[in-house]
């Protein structure tokens, strides 16, 4: 209410349209955001390992001057044994300058295969991958029922993307960056990028503390606080553009090592980001210490509560009448969705109950074992150039009518 009451409301609706064409539309803009920091980064990197670049320090009544390749040369050459012990202070080696322009091109290259991939999308399977539809239903969060927009059954696991406008086998989430899904063919590669990335950002600032040491070393000053404190400011004067590089590569490293790791986590646990935020979901109820829960009658979880065996299910339609319409007959009545009423100790086993979990090791392996190399630019042409999702709008706005009469 303090927002709305500060920010005018024309300049609201002009945040909330930006906010829902760039995240909330297909279309190439943060792609080519993700294209600009790419060039960037390597620009930078160039700079600070590649290209001749010097910048003058004073130390100990001394002027010196660092130079790329990282050597400390006296700024006065009549002080031979200076200038012979600080020459050299750090070599890399020859091959480093082949190592990132490859890794460049691979993490490049990498971004557009999965901007192009196929993630798994149910209406271009193949006839020998029919068998991929056929994973079982856990009656909780997945249950056989079809998909309102692609009108066919929604395979367990899967889930139709807006912006996709299809639905995905096993779908992890929509990632803006790429414009594309993540799911069943191409999370192998999704890791792939984000371990590349991670590590070949880490190694540029591994590099870089070494050029920092170097520094250090050469002008005779001690590893305290105070000497990194004052290089560091040295650093920001005269090549502020090492200190950009350093500081962008470590955040980035960081934050992708953080995302891969629970990626990683995730998989050993056969779970995705769909499935995991709807388990947070449960869990915010548990934590709102609320007792009435949904429970199926076929649901596979009802078997383990023994006390609920012997209970009678009410009718569903009882509980949420804006969701579920009253049966009308016998035969209607027996088929309409039950519920239990549960504690919240029984719901916590109940919905967080991981039914495709095995072995750590063994989800790992299932997850990565569908990974394909698999393209679809037609589809990917058309979220690029901002074409809308008019099934799903359509869709979307049949319901709308649907509920408006119901309301009526």
């Known amino acids: 209410m303090g927002i709305q009451r500060i920010v005018p409301k024309p300049v609201r609706a002009v945040i909330s349209t930006i906010w829902t064409l760039v995240f909330k539309r297909p279309n190439p803009l943060v792609i080519l955001f993700y294209l600009g920091l790419w060039i960037g980064s390597a620009v930078l990197s160039y700079y600070v390992f590649m290209s001749p670049w010097s910048a003058p320090v004073h130390a100990d009544g001394k002027f010196f001057r660092v130079e790329q390749p990282p050597f400390i040369r006296p700024i006065f050459e009549d002080e031979p044994e200076l200038f012979g012990k600080n020459l050299n202070v750090l070599r890399f080696s020859p091959l480093y300058r082949l190592v990132m322009p490859v890794g460049y091109l691979l993490a490049g290259s990498l971004f557009i295969l999965l901007v192009f991939s196929d993630p798994g999308f149910v209406d271009r399977l193949k006839p020998s991958e029919k068998h991929l539809l056929d994973v079982p239903y856990d009656n909780q969060f997945y249950q056989p029922q079809p998909c309102v927009t692609c009108q066919h059954n929604k395979p367990a696991r899967s889930k139709h993307c807006r912006y996709c406008n299809t639905c995905v086998l096993r779908f992890d989430h ?235």
């Not at 016998?330 to 029984?346: F, G, H, L, N, T």
């Not at 901002?386 to 359509?394: P, T, V």
Request: charged share 25%; hydrophobic share 45%.
């Open 174 to 408: 929509h990632c803006i960056w790429l414009n594309n899904d993540v799911g069943l063919f191409n999370h192998g590669w999704f890791l792939l990028f984000l371990l590349l990335h991670s590590v070949g950002m880490g190694a540029i600032v591994v590099y870089q503390c070494r050029i920092f040491a170097s520094m250090l070393h050469a002008f005779g000053l001690p590893l305290t606080f105070r000497a990194i404190k004052m290089l560091g400011k040295y650093l920001l004067t005269y090549i502020p553009l090492f200190a950009m590089s350093a500081l962008f590569n470590a955040t980035m490293a960081v934050a992708l090592g953080l995302f891969l790791l629970m990626h990683l986590w995730m998989m050993s646990k056969n779970v995705t980001t769909n499935e995991m935020a709807k388990r947070q979901t449960v869990q915010m109820d548990l934590r709102a210490r609320r007792q009435t829960y949904l429970l199926w009658e076929q649901s596979t979880a009802v078997g383990q509560l023994a006390r609920l065996e012997h209970e009678t299910p009410q009718p569903l339609w009882k509980l949420l009448p804006e969701m579920y319409d009253k049966p009308k007959t016998a035969r209607e009545r027996e088929a309409a969705p039950r519920y239990y009423k549960v504690d919240k100790k029984e719901a916590k086993r109940t919905f967080l109950y991981n039914h495709y979990r095995a072995g750590r090791v063994s989800n790992i392996v299932s997850t990565l074992r569908h990974t394909k190399l698999r393209f679809d630019p037609q589809r990917t042409v058309r979220r690029l150039m901002s074409i809308q999702n008019e099934a799903y709008d359509r869709a979307k706005e049949v319901a709308c009518e649907q509920l408006d009469k119901k309301e009526e």
